[in-house]
């Protein structure tokens, strides 16, 4: 029980825990998504528009690896935790060594998988013929590094569950200082193009990757053996039921991603626009939406530790304390993202090199529409994550897929039917609309259970 009494995750005052661990999280993540951003700007200003839609083409693949990162980043963090909290110390490290072996497996299986079938995913995934062969040296290269960037996403999350959010965020950071010094090295001096960014883009994830493998040999709270990284059943399986709902999330993220570069190329060679506009401004459009949401995730992934130490420790009002401050700071930063997107996309855009009017205007029709409902997109992951970590996955993975597979998916593939291009602009805040209502009432339920439960301890 003095361990219970002591952990500051059960005891600090919630305002500060959720800057200790959602700050660094947020910055990791800003970060991260910052190798895309960084290689789209510099690409952008070299190879041009053909350069940005072979990275947009590229982009499912660093999605997969974000999916299977979190599925055992998250899934692992979540158990560790429950299990201090519950002071059940020998699970609680057998969790944690079976995230980090499924993170190594599966980037392994993952890189090997790509590089076989290459050119078949690169044109499934929307490029054109203009487009292949960028995308096919952009993504031979960075598939290199798939082992790595997986290890050093979801090893973050183990990192904050073991109490050390600032060196979660600097192994991120290191990695993507090297990559935007090399970047420009790479491209401009030593004339690689595309080439020259996707080796930037792999060097920074291996040095952040080796940095988190050497954490894993000095954890803090508990030490983890060698053999705890060899596949098991009883580790693995209670992982990937809480680590499943941010996979299904990011799953379903790259699902739309494909379809969507499909019904772009499709609907935008029968519009006046033609296929690659559409293409590359979606591109660079999705890669902007991802800094704002890295933010939020970064939110969600930093309430993690707390909510589920509270949860297993039965702590519930602190549990309802935390999500509320955590929703409270994703809508003000996504308003604020709101703002931004509809009174500015042609001067962001415009960062990412030059084009056309027609260019431009399709930019700014899409970002405005596509976007509109970003004021209430914070809503969604957390309250997905809340479900995770309190150990209710089968609801945390409902909510994960109802934006984008239930919802967006379905209006990604029959609204442009009827209004053609313009309908793939429309389906996104449709989507997000009903699914930021369908989390509100979620989340009310669950919170009015809690508080029967607590009434009868």
């Known amino acids: 029980m003095g361990e219970k009494q002591n952990n500051p995750l ?20 800003l970060v991260s998504s910052l190798y895309n951003i960084v290689d789209q700007f510099f690409i952008g200003r070299s190879v041009g528009m053909l350069g940005n839609a072979a990275t947009n083409v590229a982009f499912p693949l660093s999605i ?48 090997i998988l790509v590089r076989i079938f290459l050119e078949p995913m690169m044109r499934a995934f929307g490029a054109t013929d203009q487009i292949l062969d960028y995308a096919l040296t952009y993504t031979g290269i960075t598939s290199l590094g798939f082992p790595f960037l997986i290890v050093t996403t979801g090893g973050s999350n183990l990192i904050r569950a073991d109490g050390s959010p600032k060196f979660s965020m600097i192994c991120t ?16 001096v030593l004339d690689m193009g595309m080439a020259g960014a996707a080796w930037a883009t792999i060097i920074g994830q291996i040095v952040s990757g080796i940095m988190v493998l050497i954490y894993f040999s000095r954890f803090k709270t508990v030490h983890i ?26 799953l379903a993220m790259m699902i739309v991603q494909i379809v969507m570069n499909n019904t772009l190329t499709h609907y935008g060679g029968q519009s006046s626009y033609g296929s690659d506009i559409p293409l590359a401004c979606a591109g660079i459009i999705s890669k902007v939406g991802m800094i704002f ?134 389906s996104a805040p449709v989507a997000d609309g009903i699914a930021a209502l369908l989390c509100i009432f979620f989340i009310t339920k669950e919170f009015k259970h809690m508080g029967t439960v607590a009434g009868t301890v």
């Open 173 to 188: 950071l290191t990695g993507a200082i090297i990559n935007t010094i090399l970047d420009p090295l790479f491209i401009f």
């Open 293 to 426: 949401f890295a933010i939020v995730i970064g939110i969600s992934q930093g309430i993690q530790p707390i909510i589920s130490y509270n949860y297993g420790a039965g702590n519930y009002e602190r549990v309802k304390q935390t999500y509320k401050k955590a929703v409270t700071a994703a809508l003000g930063i996504s308003m604020v993202a709101f703002l931004l997107f509809q009174l500015a996309p042609r001067q962001i855009i415009g960062i990412f090199g030059s084009g056309s009017e027609e260019y431009f205007l399709f930019a700014e029709k899409f970002f405005r529409i596509y976007m509109f409902f970003t004021f209430i997109n914070g809503i969604h992951p957390i309250t997905a994550n809340t479900f995770t970590s309190i150990g209710k996955a089968g609801k945390g993975v409902f909510l994960s897929l109802t934006r984008q597979i239930i919802f967006l998916l379905p209006l990604l593939i029959i609204l442009p039917v009827f209004v053609g291009i313009e309908g793939v602009m429309f």
């Open 10 to 29: 059960g005891t600090e005052a919630i305002g500060s825990l959720l800057a200790r661990f959602a700050v660094p999280s947020i910055i990791a993540m």
């Open 225 to 250: 053996p060698l053999k705890t990284l060899i596949p098991s059943k009883s580790a693995w399986i209670p992982v990937i039921s809480l680590g499943v709902a941010p996979f299904c999330n990011q």
């Open 64 to 111: 997969t690896c974000t999916a299977l990162a979190l599925l055992c980043g998250i899934g692992g963090a979540a158990n560790f935790n429950l299990s201090m909290g519950r002071n059940e110390k020998e699970k609680a490290v057998k969790f944690a060594g079976g995230a980090i072996g499924m993170m190594l497996t599966l980037g392994i299986l993952l890189c």
